[in-house]
């Protein structure tokens, strides 16, 4: 991790069509945060895709991969910029209609998390937030365009995996495991959301698309399909990898990188055969 908070994995000039981005597994948690805790400092887990970053880095081939360390409580790079939340950031402006996400505590600095509740002792001031914004926000999603307009040039199209983890889902959505999003149709072409769902359900984990996840700030941001730029988000049910206390790694890891490796394939298969001529 260098000052930016982030990882960056691959080779250049990119060696594959298909990009890995991992944006919530981070748990450097800054000396600043844990100061303004008012809830304890392991209640910021609950924000995180929990070692969601170890399945990313076991599935990765040749692809460019870039993983945050940064705590997700500290700023979600998964919220644009105007996502910020009056009640815990000072220089947010009053939310408009609809913002259901930022309202409920989840925005671009988070405000809440089940089951504690408010994590802060006081607001964060605007100097404060626009600090993260330079420090981490911007450089996170600089890098990744920058790298996905590098593996466009080099093949002729780029597509982006972004990896997340989920609680296992009740409700309505109770036995689902593998939610793809593709902010309905606008981040990705059909074809490549069809060949990474063919994977799962061929791994015996058919997935659900855009319910209940449908993607972030990522998607919308990178994903520019007329462009030859193609983003998926991938959810995955943490009981799939992690231990009984949906804590550590545990016995499913391996299996679900594998997996995970195996829509990789998929994905650079689809890019190659529908570009003959890779761009130089």
Known sequence: MDSTGFEIWGADPPASPV?????????????????????????????????????????????????????????????????????????????????????????????????????????????????????????????????????????????????????????????????LGDRFGRASAARFVARVEAVASAAGLPAALNTPYAGGHILDRHGQPSAGVHAIQLELDRSLYLDRALDRPGPGLARIAAMVRQMLAALADEAVGAMPLAAE
């Open 19 to 179: 990009m890995i981005s991992v944006a919530h597994a981070g748990r450097d948690y800054p000396v600043a945060l844990r100061a303004a805790l008012r809830a304890p400092l392991a209640a910021c887990v609950g924000l995180e895709d929990r070692h969601i970053d170890a399945v990313a880095l076991a599935a990765r081939g040749a692809e460019t991969t870039l993983i945050q360390r940064r705590a997700r409580a500290w700023i979600d790079l998964n919220r644009g910029e105007h996502e910020r939340d009056p009640q815990v950031d000072e220089g947010a402006p009053p939310l408009p209609p609809g913002t259901t996400k930022v309202s409920s505590g989840l925005g671009l600095v988070p405000r809440r998390v089940a089951p504690a509740g408010e994590l802060w002792r006081r607001r964060w001031s605007d100097a404060e937030v626009r600090t993260r914004l330079d420090t981490d926000h911007r450089p996170f999603h600089q890098a990744l365009a920058d790298r996905l307009t590098a593996v466009r040039r080099r093949w002729g199209v780029a597509v982006l995996l972004d990896v997340h983890s989920m609680p296992p889902l009740t409700g309505a959505a109770a036995g689902t495991r593998v939610v």
